[in-house]
């Protein structure tokens, strides 16, 4: 018992520890660019705001800035207009801004670790096999090390609201629905009750989420005609829980109509290419995922020894962990071969990136903690040295190159304390020191509505337009 319980603080020490260097290095990321037009909005985001069911887009046939992102623009705009003021009572301006961010995002990431945890054990919170499944997760979570290929929680806190935000909550939306159909629990009111809101929600969270709800929809189908072994869709169709229609239907009828406004999206039209073209793109796009980085392969490496492992000596747990590997492998494959239909940016320039491929890092996140799991809990006592030993070195591997990002926002923040302390309207900041924004800005009248938000935060006393000095 006293082992037992020495094993749980040693494991509680650790996530702890690694979650508090997360919010550092959260904490110490620069802002970048597209929050101020969602936080102060410019036009093109203030219509979105007024017609956030895209009524005015169909009337008008007008093409729109977003016009399927109306929560994500919302929950940005909401959470950055109260959050730093309300910490400003016990910190700066400034550092409120960065505090703010780094909460936000050390609770996205906190709960999609216990979310995995949840799913792949199947265990109340803080059980011995919960934690410990979260132990095995939380350094696949790279804030900077392999993010680019593995990243989940982008250093962008606009685009963390845009693409991290909405799958967590895709994920807390079909937990239920999963030991509805894994483990037979039935649905309760209280979930009916929770699950609603983001039925509305989250189809209107941007371009990903819409068809990941099609596709796992989709696919939870494919799975009950597979296990029925029967022909006949209508006895198929009998067999699937009431529960789930109440659900499922409303939610993929209206993602079907945020793929459909999607189409009359005015971002980037005029950088389009033909589709033929973004299809070409996508093997450059596959093997840069592959080759960039050590991380990514080797957590491919690992689950598919760990399958053949669980394959060869049928250990228990073989059935489900390989069934979900066969629908994980069409979903990513169908996943990827949509990407293309979703426009062309010139920031994602081959099609596949670390935030459009975040759908497949997490069912492959899932992959792994489920099949480690599998395996260390039945592989022999003299293999078992082994294999624990190279999972705890590819772990500490993730680890250690993630230790990255202490002092990355110095320069923005520096620039915030010039304009603070400045008399001047106009302020000078150096070269390649990006203030919400991506690159440099020579022109200091292109900053007014940067200004305004960096004044509305309480860091300047009035508006203060500035530039990079060339």
């Known amino acids: 018992m006293q082992k037992n319980r020495f094993f749980l603080v040693l494991i509680f020490i650790l996530l702890t520890s690694d979650f508090v260097f997360s919010f550092i290095q959260y904490y110490n990321t620069p802002l970048f660019g597209d929050i101020t037009v969602s936080v102060c909005p410019d036009e093109h985001v203030q219509k979105l705001l007024n017609d956030p069911l895209g009524i005015q887009v169909l009337k008008t046939g007008e093409k729109q800035f977003n016009p399927n992102r109306y929560f994500s623009h919302l929950l940005l705009k909401e959470y950055f207009r109260n959050v730093p003021l309300f910490l400003q009572k016990i910190t700066s301006p400034i550092s409120s801004v960065y505090l703010a961010s780094a909460f936000i995002k050390t609770i996205i990431q906190i709960l999609f670790i216990f979310t995995l945890a949840l799913f792949i054990s199947g265990e109340k919170f803080f059980s011995k096999k919960f934690l410990v499944n979260v132990l095995i997760i939380t350094p696949l979570f790279q804030v900077y090390g392999y993010w680019s290929r593995m990243g989940i929680i982008d250093k962008s806190i606009a685009y963390t609201f845009f693409y991290a935000l909405p799958l967590v909550l895709l994920m807390l939306f079909f937990y239920p629905v999963f030991n509805r159909i894994q483990k037979n629990r039935p649905l309760k009111a209280i979930h009916y009750i929770l699950l609603a809101p983001l039925i509305i929600v989250l189809p209107f969270t941007g371009p990903l989420t819409p068809p990941v709800i099609l596709l796992i929809s989709f696919f939870i189908f494919l799975d009950y005609r597979v296990r029925s072994k029967n022909k006949n869709i209508n006895i198929v ?234």
């Open 237 to 470: 169709m009998n067999t699937i829980p009431k529960s789930l229609y109440i659900l499922l239907i409303p939610i993929n009828l209206l993602s079907l109509y945020s793929l459909f406004l999607g189409l009359y999206d005015s971002s980037f039209a005029s950088e389009a290419i033909p589709l033929v073209k973004r299809f070409l793109l996508l093997p450059k796009g596959i093997l840069s995922q592959l080759s960039h980085s050590p991380g990514f392969p080797l957590m491919l490496l690992i689950i598919g020894i760990n399958i053949s492992l669980i394959k060869k000596n049928n250990y228990p747990g073989k059935e489900k962990l390989i069934r979900a590997s066969v629908w994980i492998a069409f979903f990513a494959l169908i996943y990827i071969l949509l990407l293309p239909f979703g426009g062309y940016r010139p920031y994602r320039p081959n099609i596949i990136r670390y935030d459009t491929f975040i759908p497949v890092n997490i069912a492959l996140f899932y992959l792994f903690g489920a099949s480690v799991n599998i395996v260390i809990n039945h592989i022999n006592k003299t293999k078992r040295k082994f294999y624990l030993s190279g999972i705890v070195i590819f772990l500490l591997l993730l680890s250690i190159v993630d230790m990255e990002g202490i002092g990355e926002n110095k320069c923005e923040r520096n620039a915030f304390e010039k304009m603070a302390n400045s008399k001047e309207n106009i302020i000078a900041v150096p070269k390649d020191c990006y203030v919400l924004d991506w690159h440099n800005v020579y022109d200091y009248n292109l900053t007014g509505n940067k200004a305004e938000l960096i004044h509305f935060w309480r860091i300047t006393n009035e508006k203060k337009l500035f530039y990079n000095q060339q």
